[in-house]
Every structure is written in C-alpha cells, then in structure tokens.
C-alpha cells in the first residue's frame, strides 16, 4: 500500500519554516510498512492545491495532507478535498461542541464566527478529535483512494497521528514494522559499520541501517511482521549478536533514550553523584545531564571555568600546573576532574579543557584539541581528541565524549 | 520569474533526514525575489524522476534539483536532466582534474572507478565547481526553462549556492530582493504585532514580516530594488520607525546576530564582566554565552547550583531563606544573582531557579514557574515567569529571557 504527503502552506514554500511534518509522516508511514514514493508542498491557493491532490490521489492509496484546516479564508484544504471527492460541507454537531469546551477552557480567549468554519465537515467523512487545537481531522475515503486531512502544527498533527491515524493506518495495512534502534557510543561510524559489514550484507527481515550523530552510532534494527511479538522474534537475534560485537559500548536499544539519560539511570543504579568542571564546553555537559528529569538525585552542583583563576579558585587546580602545561593540557584536565569531584563532594566528576574555535589555536595546540578527565571514586582517566568541525560543533563533540567516557568508567565500578 | 524545487533522495521519503535544503533553497530563493509554488521530493527511481522532473518544468521557469549526484549507480539526477534535456553526457576534463586533487589532498582516500562518473556532465552544460565534495554543480538551459542541479549534503550545496548559484540568479532576476532582520526581545509576540499592525496593513516595498522565536520576536523587513543601495534606501524609513516604536527593545537588525552576541559586545564596551548561577537551566546560560567566541574576555566563572546545599555553599544564599520561602522564590533568585557576582568578583550576574517540570510541580509553585534574579553593579532586580512549554522549552525560555533582563540591566549603566 502506497502513501504520499501533501504539505500545505506558504510558510514552507517561503523557507520560513522547515518541513518537520513531512519527516515525521514519513518516519511514521515507514515504520507501518507503507511504502512512500513522493511528497510535496503547495501553498494555499485553490488552483494548485487541487491539482496536487488529484496527482496525488492517481499514483498513491492513500493522501496525508498537513496544514490549511485554520479557521480564515486563507485555509483551504478542507473545501478542496471535499471538492475533489464531490462531498458536501455540513456542519459536525460533535465538533461544533468540542470547539465549545475547547474556547471555554481557555478562558481568555472568544469564538469568532470563523471558528465555526472548522466544525464544517465534507459529508460522510470520519472525523478525528483534536485535543490540542480546534481544527479537527478529517478522513475521506472513495474508490479505493483515501485522503488523510490533518492539522499543520506540529504539537497537533503529532498527538492526533499516535492516538487515531496510526491504528487507523495500522488496520488498513496489518503487516507492520517494527524497529529498535540500537546506540553505541565510544566507537566511530566507519569502525563500527565495518564491523556489520556482514549483517549489513545479508540482511532481509530483519535489517540493520546505521545513523551517524554526533559521537555516537545508532543502528536501526527493523522487523516487518504481523504484530510486535513475533517481530520481536525476528529482531532479537540480530540485538544479540550486536550485543556480542560492541558489548557494553551499546547503552540502549529504545529509540527514546538518550546518552544522558544511560547515564542518570547508571548513576542512580550505583547510588552514586557526578559533578562537572567545564572550560570550553562551558555549561554544556550539565545542561545536557540536567536535561534529564529527576537528575537531582545525582547532580548537586558544578562549575564553569573558563578563566585560569578560576580553575584555581574553584577546583584547586594548581598554578604551577597552568604555567607549566596550559589550561589545555591533559594535567589540567586530570586536576579539573580530580579537583571537582572533590569541591562538590561528588563520586564522580568530568573536567573538560579545549580550544572550541574559530581562535586561539596554536601549531602545537590546534583548534579542535580537547582534553577530557574523568574521576570515578578517585581514579582518574585523561583522553585527548582533535575535533574537526566548526566551534559549536566541537562542543558538542566533547559533551558526548565526556558522557561517554563518564559512563565507561561507572560501568568500571 | 518562478522557480521550484525537487529534492532527490529516499532519506528523505523515509523520514530519515529532514529536508533543510528544500528550506533553505526556498528562503534563499525567495530573497532573490523568484516566486515558488512548488516543492517536491522524489526518490532515486528513473522513472518517477523523469516524469517530476517533467511536471516541475511544465510549471516553473527554473528547477531546481538537490541529490542524486553521487558516484553510485543509484545516484540517477544527472542521468534523467540529461535525458530530459535531450543531451549526450561527456567527461569534463576540468573536473576530472579537479577531483583527482580533491582526493590528492586527502591522502587516505584513494579514487575508485565509480568517481569518474561524476566527472561526466551533459553537453552544453555550465559546470559549477564543488568545493567542498566531488560532485559538480550543473546548469542546463532550453527553450526558457532551466534546470539547476545541486549536491545533496548541505555542507556542499550551502555554499556552491553562495558562491555561483545565487549571482547566476541574480542576473537572471536582476530586481532583488534586500533584507533587515530587526530582532527584539523583552515584549510578547502578540503585542509586538499589535504595535506594528498599521505598519504590516500599509506595507508594499519594503514590506514587514514577524518570526517568532522562543522569547523573542523578530521581524523581517524586505525591500525589492536593483541594487542593495536603493534598498537601503527604502528599508530605512521602517527601521527607523521600529526603533520609535520598540527603542532598546531592538537589540540587533542584522541577521547573523543572536542575543547571546549582543549581550557579550554591549559588555565587552562596557568592559564590565558576568557570571551566571543555574539552578533549573542547569548550565545552559553559561552554555550559550560561551558560544560567543571570545566571551573569555567578559565571563571567568560560572556556578550549577541545582542542590540547595550548593545555593548556600557557592553563592551564599542564606539558609533561612531557602527554609522560608524555598528554592524557587523570588528570594533566593535575588541571593543567588547577588552572590555570584560576588563569589565570580564580576560587575554582573544573573542567577535563575524554577521548576522545568515534569515533575516538582505543586499548586502554589506549578511546573513553569522560573524567577530570574539580574545584579548589575550591585542593583539587583528579580522577574517572575510562568512558562507552558515543556521541560526543555521551559528551559530555553528561561535562558532568552535572563540575557534579556541582563541586556536591559546593562544598558541603563
């Protein structure tokens, strides 16, 4: 069964906004085993929407289009639909109620007539609850062909896709997919996709796709069967086998999980607290572990340093080891580590020293150059890795990498 | 002059990447003044190729394509434009050379058969060097239509666009379009629109458009004319009037520069120095001004203080306050501004504590809830914010509106 995308709205054809939704319909349709051959964006005009769905219908099953359901003149999608499908607009009694509550709740706001433009529905048509807007979503279905109508923002089409299009979709193509993406991280891409050159090779179902981010690896493991169970089945032998090539470098196998994340739940596994000293990084690496819900059980406190003084004054960094070897230098690193985990009273602790870019690069210390220590239980660990990418990037860099070496180290203990 | 868009890849039909270059094409594009009433996506299949290629000629002046030409048999966007376009392809023997030293200058790669094929372009092609990558950039021209094929990696693609792309359009489309980026922050996105409604109602050449942006509000102001002079020349008169209305509020109308910046240059003149001290934000303030390169000079140290015990142990906020009145209160948000500028020794500091949720919430202190206390020269002032968005969105609101309080702080000394 095949689908296609229709975006609707100027904003995207002005570059004014990139086109999350298309993404996210077609990560989801993937992932429910229908097959996607094109989508395509068309402003709000009558003339030309309607002849991108009538192309649209010809070559694909089923239609999803976003945008254009809003409540002025301008939003079109609606009318052209029940148009192309030869449906009347009538008035949805339910909807018309809906919207109702919905101004009601949110007191400060009044219905305007043109609210009730959005209650208007093409007869016949399945109507879906929009519990986060008032525009509804609207299913259309004639010789065979289906049109998908649905909201434009993001935090609208997203809700209303998981709770009513997805088991819709589901039902009307039984055989889904199903994936687990498995993450690894401390080991660079071409390494480790050499490593599965061979699953990579002879895969069918299950198959194996690698995702580069940022200092990390994720390989998308994915299923097609006729329910979870038995893809299950399919996937967990080809999850083990990765198991048994990258071993604890994989932290997860959910999609939804992040480094950080692995990280709080290690810490708070071992019942154990981290702190972070961070020059050039500058507040990146806590931000990012903070970013995590209920991180207080582990993070109390932590330190930026960006001015020698500092270093000195906050983690007992000794000027005799600033003068001698730099602020980036691997002693430095070591002392920030060693230096922070003791001023916050912290099990473990990172220290994070580099030049980020564009300047302050030297022949012997070159843009890129960052040196990260790690202090678990009072042993300490100091890599060194040269960056390529521009300052953000590099900082970015030495935030996974800090992550990483942190919860190599919590593995340790 | 219209043109449109066809972005070749089954990444992007998978959901896999999101498509940033359709959008940065078309805000490139639309501020060359070309018009664009489509966009699609295709994936690397002759067929389906040929015929959007087709239809996206049949419609538009110029297309422009993005992908598929890689040095693999699936890379096909040459293949179908030179089909399309009725033209035998031969080898180019200028950009054979120049991917033979693209590879000489990196040693570890070696040339494989498959790279020639990029050197093959169709004939009478204009041919755009790349850069940044093997394959070329290719014009093709016929009977008014033209066809413009592009890399697909945005490292590639961005500046092949700036460097020859973008003046070849240019002198296709020799009215220009010319714009400001006035860029405010410290006033909501409903009442800024308000106050500048006469001015959106009445507009023509130049013409106003807001963006909105988390805690800020940013409005573009676009001028049509032959040369960037005469646009000047047009575009002043509103900005102008902007800063009647909005003043300090506007603290940039450029367009590469972000808050973060300007806070750091307003003070670097000022020479006075910050720290920060983040409790819910974790970091993430100390993060973004550290992005400024060269922020070494106006920021030494900064304090995560996400435990109370460090509130009391770093800044020197007092016990009985936190016992009083508790860590988010508008209390301990004036202790912590004021005792970091004197822990850090800086003549500014802003010191944020709320609950990001999603937990930590109560009725009396709900998730959102974030005060900012700012000490600028000992004068401290603390803001109350109730934020909607999520753990992550509440944060970044949190962050936009400390630099904005420091900003305002800062330019009354």
Known sequence: MTVEFVCVGTEILLGNIVNTNAAYLAKKCALLGLSCYHQSVVGDNEERLEETLRTALSRSDIVILSGGLGPTKDDLTK?????????????????????????????????????????????????????????????????G???????????????????????????????????????????????????VADLMDE????????????????????????????AEKLMQPMIQELYKRFGDQIYTTEEAVTLEEAVVTLLKEKHMTVTTAESCTGGLTAGRLLNVSGASDVYKEGYVTYANEAKEKLLGVSHKTLETYGAVSPQTAHEMAEGAAKAAGSDAAVGITGIAGPGGGTPE??????????????????????????????????????LTILREELLKV
Not at 94 to 122: C, D, G, L
Request: aromatic fraction near 6%.
């Open 79 to 143: 009318e052209v639909a029940a148009k192309v499908f030869e449906k009347e607009l009538h008035e949805d009694a339910h909807t018309r109620q809906r919207i109702e509550e919905y101004f009601k709740n949110r007191k400060s706001r009044t219905v305007t007539e043109n609210n009730w433009k959005q209650a208007m529905v093409p007869e016949g048509a399945i109507v879906v609850d929009n519990d986060n807007g008032t525009a509804p979503g609207i299913i259309l279905e004639a010789d």
């Open 145 to 195: 062909k289906t049109a998908i109508l649905l909201p434009g923002p993001p935090n609208e089409i997203q809700p209303m896709f998981e709770k009513d299009i997805e088991p819709y979709l589901n039902k009307r193509q039984p055989e889904g997919i199903y994936s687990h993406m498995v993450k690894i991280c401390g080991i660079g891409e071409s390494r480790a996709e050499t490593m």
């Open 203 to 230: 895969q069918s179902n299950p198959t194996l796709a690698p995702y580069a981010k940022t200092g990390e690896v994720h390989f998308r493991v994915t299923a097609k069967a006729k329910d979870e169970e038995t």
């Open 365 to 402: 210390k070159p843009v890129g150059l960052v040196y990260i220590g790690c202090s678990v239980n009072g042993n300490v660990r100091v890599e060194e890795f040269h960056f390529q990418g521009n300052r953000s990037k590099n900082r970015d860099a030495a935030v996974v990498n800090a």
